[in-house]
């Protein structure tokens, strides 16, 4: 049986969002008055990143699920083989929250429910993977997805009119609304890939359609700003040290409604760009594409190499002078890129080893005749 080959596309997709992820954690690093304009961009944009990384969940779940159906095919007891895959997205998500719950409690200590429930993407998307997974590995997925991402963006639209706000719902840091609807969209978005090339050149159209419409009405800048994409949420904790209460607040900004169709549509134009150049992706994946392959690995590296400046810095700005921060941007990036490389080179060695190892005489087949 062959073995389903990558989508380019995708892994272009993916180091896009490392890429700018990047960019953004270390902007916050820099002071206010040295940032260039690749900082600010970068924040302006970060509802996009975040979004895209859920997006990207969504449409790996379904590859994954296709895989896995795939290796079971010939083989008796399909249900088995949807309990296996369920086990391992399981202990996957297990392995991301876990990452999360540690950064979150090294930075602002072990602080419930927040801890569990706030502490970051990859928290999120540990959550959404299971949930999504279920959807996805329905009799009907389409229509599993559709449903479940109609109903999360009916509850968005309401909590947004009428000013309500639900920590780790649709307030504080990555809550699931609106990220897991749009990780249901990545989801669907392989079924349409899948569904041939008249859904696929509608959906792009419309994508184009969409993405044209809003910023004509209300330009790029003020759609990932705030008021119109962005509201403004603070958790405030209260503890006691000493004998005193001690109280501190955190700002968080969450996503608008008006920023699902605008991000969902940009991710299609965005992968329609990347399908038409395929040919040249292809023949560069091994090496340009390397961060999007490893994107989990980079997201780890690069805040530890942020990190170590925080600790050493004075204040949650160490980086003064503009030459520094573009300095940091590149080596964080750099950095992932030697190591993911490095790891790519190694498993390919080990591979190399394995299917070179001579099979003793006495173990070999006897060949039927």
Same mark, same amino acid.
């Given at each position: 049986m062959t073995s389903r080959r990558r989508d380019v596309a995708l892994?272009?997709?993916?180091?896009?969002?490392?890429?700018?992820?990047?960019?953004?954690?270390?902007?916050?690093?820099?002071?206010?008055?040295?940032?260039?304009?690749?900082?600010?961009?970068?924040?302006?944009?970060?509802?996009?990143? &975040?979004?895209?990384?859920?997006?990207?969940? +969504?449409?790996?779940?379904?590859?994954?699920?296709?895989?896995?159906? =795939?290796?079971?095919?010939?083989?008796?007891?399909? =249900?088995?083989?949807?309990? &296996?895959?369920?086990?391992?997205?399981?202990?996957? !998500?297990?392995?991301?929250?876990?990452?999360?719950f540690l950064f979150y409690a090294l930075e602002e200590g072990v602080r419930w429910p927040d801890v569990a429930t706030m502490s970051g993407i990859l928290a999120t998307i540990a959550y959404v993977s299971l949930l999504g997974m279920v959807l996805v590995a329905s009799p009907r997925p389409a229509l599993a997805l559709s449903i479940a991402a109609a109903l999360c963006m009916g509850a968005h639209l309401w909590f947004d009119k009428t000013?309500?706000?639900?920590?780790?719902?649709?307030?504080?840091?990555?809550?699931?609304?609106?990220?897991?609807?749009?990780?249901?969209?990545?989801?669907?978005?392989?079924?349409?890939?899948?569904?041939?090339?008249?859904?696929?050149?509608?959906? &792009?159209?419309? !994508?184009? =359609?969409?993405?044209? +419409?809003?910023?004509?009405?209300?330009?790029?800048?003020?759609?990932?700003?705030?008021?119109?994409?962005?509201?403004?949420?603070?958790?405030?904790?209260?503890?006691?040290?000493? +004998?005193?209460m001690q109280r501190k607040e955190i700002p968080y900004y969450n996503l608008r409604p008006i920023l699902v169709p605008m991000i969902a549509s940009m991710t299609v134009l965005i992968y329609t760009v990347f399908s038409l150049i395929r040919p040249v992706l292809e023949r560069g994946q091994r090496f340009f594409l390397a961060m999007g392959r490893r994107s989990l690995d980079v997201y780890i590296l690069h805040l530890a190499i942020l990190a170590i400046f925080v600790e050493a810095g004075n204040g949650r700005r160490p980086l003064q002078k503009t030459w520094q921060g573009d300095a940091v941007v590149l080596g964080a990036i750099t950095a992932s890129w030697l190591w993911v490389l490095g790891r790519d080179a190694f498993a390919a060695r080990k591979r190399r080893g394995y299917l070179n190892v001579t099979v003793p005489e006495s173990n070999r087949p006897v060949e039927l005749k």
């Open positions: 892994d272009a997709l993916r180091l896009l969002a490392v890429l700018l992820m990047i960019a953004s954690h270390t902007t916050r690093l820099i002071a206010w008055d040295e940032r260039r304009a690749w900082s600010w961009f970068s924040l302006l944009i970060e509802p996009f990143t &975040a979004s895209l990384f859920l997006i990207l969940v +969504g449409a790996s779940l379904v590859l994954s699920w296709r895989a896995a159906q =795939a290796a079971q095919a010939g083989r008796a007891g399909r =249900a088995g083989g949807r309990a &296996a895959w369920f086990r391992k997205q399981a202990l996957r !998500a297990s392995g991301l929250w876990a990452i999360s000013g309500l706000r639900i920590f780790g719902l649709n307030a504080g840091n990555s809550p699931l609304l609106p990220l897991f609807p749009l990780a249901c969209m990545g989801a669907l978005g392989v079924l349409v890939l899948e569904a041939g090339r008249p859904a696929r050149v509608g959906v &792009a159209v419309a !994508a184009a =359609a969409i993405v044209a +419409g809003l910023v004509a009405h209300n330009g790029f800048a003020a759609i990932f700003s705030t008021p119109l994409g962005r509201y403004e949420t603070a958790r405030v904790l209260e503890w006691m040290d000493h +004998g005193r």
